[in-house]
T-cell receptor
Framework: KAGVTQTPRYLIKTRGQQVTLSCSPI?????VSWYQQTPGQGLQFLFE???????NKGNFPGRFSGRQFSNSRSEMNVSTLELGDSALYLC?????????????FGPGTRLTVL | AQSVTQLGSHVSVSEGALVLLRCNYS??????LFWYVQYPNQGLQLLLK??????LVKGINGFEAEFKKSETSFHLTKPSAHMSDAAEYFC???????????FGKGITLSVRP
């Protein structure tokens, strides 16, 4: 069974631009969560999607948004990029997102904002 | 609110020595606890988890952890370190019904030959 895939793996943008990252979950998984990883703040939860609906949201500004498609693939978008948005963005999928479900992480997208 | 504390940012051990990575949590409800490992340029891989039941849990690669409610701890151990164990280790907690994980800051483990 293929794992969680994230595209692109690396991305370089400049301040003020916007970016879209993609995540394909493990087949059959309906929950997708996104995390931001930075050296200063560590791993922080962005949001979770289940059945095309945002079910849970972390403490990030509205510039960070996401969506999920009917095939469970998810995208996250960051508008008006800031230098501080440089990070590794990790996607994780699970069957239903319940407390008992194991989350499987993708390799991440490394975003650099210049 | 839930939180996880991993004291120190770096641990160095000799190959063959005991590995001990500490994790303390704060939670107002019974927690589910996890240890993840991250190798350079990779995502997170689950090492082990505690949900309910037996407080000593065994994971992959010879790691184990013990849930101690009285100490609010979930320390990770391995009897004998291997060079391939060098990586970053994260402790995490889940308390709600959903999937949100709250992570500690992580500890980098170095293994000396």
């Amino acid at each position: 069974k293929a794992g969680v895939t994230q595209t692109p793996r690396y991305l370089i943008k400049t301040r003020g631009q916007q970016v879209t990252l993609s995540c394909s979950p493990i087949s059959g998984h309906r929950s997708v969560s996104w995390y931001q990883q930075t050296p200063g703040q560590g791993l922080q939860f962005l949001f979770e999607y289940f059945s095309e609906t945002q079910r849970n949201k972390g403490n990030f500004p509205g510039r960070f948004s996401g969506r999920q498609f009917s095939n469970s693939r998810s995208e996250m978008n960051v508008s008006t990029l800031e230098l501080g948005d440089s990070a590794l963005y990790l996607c994780a999928s699970s069957l239903t997102g319940g407390r008992n479900n194991e989350q499987f992480f993708g390799p991440g997208t490394r975003l650099t904002v210049l | 609110a839930q939180s996880v504390t991993q004291l120190g940012s770096h641990v160095s051990v000799s190959e063959g020595a005991l590995v001990l990575l500490r994790c303390n949590y704060s939670s107002s409800v019974p927690p589910y606890l996890f240890w993840y490992v991250q190798y350079p340029n990779q995502g997170l891989q689950l090492l082990l988890k505690y949900t309910t039941g037996a407080t000593l849990v065994k994971g992959i690669n010879g790691f184990e952890a013990e849930f101690k409610k009285s100490e609010t701890s979930f320390h990770l151990t391995k009897p004998s370190a291997h060079m391939s164990d060098a990586a970053e280790y994260f402790c995490a907690v889940k308390t709600g019904a959903n999937s949100k994980l709250t992570f500690g800051k992580g500890i980098t483990l170095s293994v000396r030959p």
